[in-house]
C-alpha cells in the first residue's frame, strides 16, 4: 500500500468555499456538514452536529477525501434534500452493520453497502418507493465519477462542470496533480489558470491551440470555473 498517496489525500488541503466551489453545492450546505449548524427549537436553539469530520477544524479545512464524501452526499441533496440527523443515524447503522469505516469512501456503497445505507435513510425520512429508485439512481451517477485505486481507496474525482449533473468528464480533481486542484484532464492544465487568461483577453482559439486542446475543452473549463 502506497502509504505516501493515501496520506496526501488525507492532508488538509481545501477551504470550505474553494471545496464548495470546486464540488457545485452551496457554501451554506457544505459549512452545515462540515461545522453543524443551529435551528430553532421552541424558544430555544439547538445545534445539529456535523456529518463530515474535517482534515483540520481550525479553521476548517477539507482532504481529498473530504471531497469524496461531499460529494456522495451531494447526491442526496441534489433531489431530497439532506436530513442531517437522519443521514447521521443512517450512516451509523451501516457502518455498525457491516463493520465498516468512513462509509461515504467506501467502493462497496455501489453494491449491498449502499443498499443497507439507503434502505435506512429512506426508512428513517419515509421515502416513497419512488423516491428512493431516484436516490439509488443519484447515487449511482455520483459514484461513477470516483476513481478507486486497487486497494479501493478513492485517488480521483471527475467533479460536474455545473450544478446540473451530466454524464461529461472533462475536468478532474487528483491529489497528485497541481496540488489537488482542478484540472483539464488531457492536458493537466487547472481551470483556474485557463479561466484566468480568458479573462485577461485571450480567446478560446488560441488557448485551445497554445494547449493543444479543443475549443470545446476550454470552454467547459471556463464553465466549471464561474459556474455558480
Excluded: C
Amino acid at each position: 500500500m502506497d502509504a505516501k498517496n493515501i496520506n496526501l489525500r488525507d492532508q488538509p488541503a481545501y477551504s470550505l468555499s474553494e471545496a464548495a466551489r470546486y464540488l457545485k453545492l452551496p457554501a451554506a450546505t457544505l459549512r452545515s456538514w462540515v461545522v453543524g449548524r443551529a435551528y430553532p427549537k421552541g424558544e430555544s436553539v439547538a445545534t445539529f452536529r456535523p456529518l463530515l469530520k474535517p482534515a483540520r477544524k481550525q479553521p476548517p479545512l477539507l482532504s481529498f477525501y473530504n471531497l469524496i464524501e461531499a460529494h456522495v452526499l451531494r447526491s442526496l441533496r441534489t433531489e431530497h434534500g439532506v436530513a442531517i440527523r437522519e443521514l447521521r443515524r443512517a450512516i451509523a447503522y451501516a457502518e455498525r452493520t457491516l463493520k465498516i469505516e468512513r462509509l461515504l469512501l467506501n467502493k462497496d456503497l455501489r453494491t449491498h453497502a449502499g443498499e443497507v445505507f439507503l434502505d435506512e435513510y429512506g426508512k428513517l425520512i419515509s421515502l416513497s418507493t419512488s423516491g428512493q429508485m431516484a436516490m439509488r439512481r443519484l447515487l449511482e451517477e455520483h459514484l461513477k465519477r470516483v476513481e478507486w485505486d486497487q486497494w479501493q481507496f478513492p485517488v480521483r474525482l471527475y467533479p460536474y462542470v455545473s450544478a446540473e449533473p451530466t454524464t461529461e468528464r472533462p475536468i478532474v480533481i487528483d491529489p497528485n496533480i497541481a496540488f489537488g486542484r482542478p484540472v483539464v484532464i488531457r492536458a493537466g492544465i487547472s481551470t483556474e489558470a485557463i479561466a484566468g487568461r480568458i479573462d485577461a483577453g485571450e480567446t478560446v482559439e488560441a488557448l485551445a491551440e497554445d494547449y493543444d486542446l479543443k475549443p470545446e475543452e476550454i470552454e467547459e473549463a471556463v464553465l466549471y470555473e464561474r459556474a455558480a
